[in-house]
């Protein structure tokens, strides 16, 4: 058996007491992440980057909003991200994903097992979906992409009561911001159909509110006007045909996609016009 014995030394020890040296030690949790860019010099320009961690609404007249989210899955996938994408307007277009993926040298298989797709068709289930499976499946993906594709369409429902549906829609705006700031993706919010927001304008003023950034594109006659309301700046876009290049495209090497101009252009998109669902 061991016998630990303490003798005592008869000589007087003065003791300095110091205070503690704090060091910050950098948080390895959380590794911030690049912003994210369409690669489309003049979309760049006027739309400014998509910050990790921030939440940009974009609320489009136009259906330049489902090609511009597309586009910006491919761009995400590019960077090495997964993305997560909820979808409360059945607007997912895995095909233009592949087509756009292609004009930047990747293969389907490199495109769309990165993409993960969760569809609502009820406020209740987009609801669900936010607050209790989004942390989950952006940890598990560790994405960097969060899409919410018109996230205030099953809200504007008629069938659901006004009061329930603005309740559903603040604590899933609260819990979005919450999760994508976390989680420090980049989260993409949109509406498709300007005025169709008028109908409940309570969901429209949490929208705003909630958002880091809100850019509005109405569509016009060959184009569309992207006005950014945190800069006070609207500007004009028409992309050039498919596969043709401006004078900016030439200044990259890389593979990259040039546009976003379909073969047939863009459409606006009726107030209550859009993706209805009923018998």
Request: with cysteine; charged share 25%.
């Amino acid at each position: 058996k061991t016998v630990l014995v303490l003798v005592a030394i008869p000589t007087a020890i003065a003791l300095a007491i110091e205070p503690a040296v704090v060091r910050e030690i950098p948080d390895l949790r959380t590794i911030a992440r690049p912003a994210l860019t369409t690669s489309v010099p003049t979309l760049d320009r006027i739309l400014g980057s998509f910050e990790a961690g921030k939440i940009t609404l974009i609320d489009s007249g136009s259906d330049f909003v489902f090609h511009l989210t597309t586009l910006l899955c491919v761009r995400a996938v590019m960077e090495g991200h997964e993305v997560v994408f909820l979808d409360g307007g059945n607007s997912v277009d895995p095909h233009g994903m592949v087509a756009l993926g292609k004009r930047a040298g990747l293969t389907r298989e490199e495109v769309l097992p990165r993409v993960h797709v969760a569809r609502a068709f009820t406020c209740h289930q987009m609801t669900t979906l936010i607050l209790d499976m989004l942390d989950k499946k952006l940890e598990e993906t560790r994405a960097g992409f969060a899409v919410f594709a018109c996230l205030p369409e099953m809200f504007l429902d008629e069938d659901v009561e006004r009061g329930e549906a603005h309740q559903l829609f603040q604590r899933s705006l609260r819990a979005l911001r919450r999760t994508v700031a976390e989680r420090e993706a980049v989260g993409l919010v949109t509406n498709a159909g300007l005025a169709k927001l008028n109908r409940r304008r309570s969901i429209r003023r949490q929208l705003y509110e909630s958002a880091d950034r809100v850019i509005r594109v109405p569509h016009r006659k060959g184009g569309v006007r992207i006005d950014r309301l945190d800069t006070g700046t609207s500007e004009w876009y028409a992309s050039v045909p498919p596969n043709q290049m401006t004078l900016d495209d030439f200044a990259h090497t890389m593979a990259r996609i040039l546009g976003l101009e379909g073969t047939d252009g863009w459409h606006g998109i009726r107030a209550a016009g859009y993706l209805r669902f009923g018998w």
